[in-house]
């Protein structure tokens, strides 16, 4: 089993920024591929980037490509997403996924965190 917990969602302005955390705990992380993922109200959930397990390949939806940055720290068993640019279709709640196989689609995850809340106002 894998546990991954969010943090650092919340309210920012238009054109903010903000930093995604996911700490992960279980089994051995570096093994997972780690993805994150939005669903904003009303929406299916959809995927915004992924990372592979040594970090050296990405890959980012094309609404986010630019503005959004992923990254990983294995020593510390935590992924990140940094992001710029913020605009108002951003908001969402975001969740961090691990797989052992990487991908765009919410299959491709075997466990998922329980969401933090990421609002942007215009």
């Known amino acids: 089993q894998v546990q991954l917990v969010e943090s650092g969602g919340g309210l920012v302005q238009a054109g903010g920024s903000l930093r995604l955390s996911c700490a992960a705990s279980?089994?051995?992380?570096?093994?997972?591929?780690m993805g994150w993922f939005r669903q904003a109200p009303g929406k299916e959930r959809e995927f915004v980037a992924v990372?592979?397990?040594?970090?050296?390949?990405?890959s980012y939806a094309q609404s986010v490509k630019g503005r959004f940055t992923i990254s990983r720290d294995n020593a510390k068993n935590t992924v990140y997403l940094r992001m710029n640019s913020l605009k108002s279709e951003d908001t969402a709640v975001y969740y961090c996924?691990?797989?052992?196989?990487?991908?765009?689609?919410?299959?491709?995850?075997?466990?998922w965190g329980q969401g933090s809340q990421v609002t942007v106002s215009s």
């Open positions: 996924a691990a797989g052992l196989a990487s991908g765009t689609s919410i299959g491709a995850y075997d466990y």
């Open positions: 279980g089994r051995t992380f570096s093994r997972f591929a």
């Open positions: 990372i592979s397990w040594g970090g050296d390949i990405t």
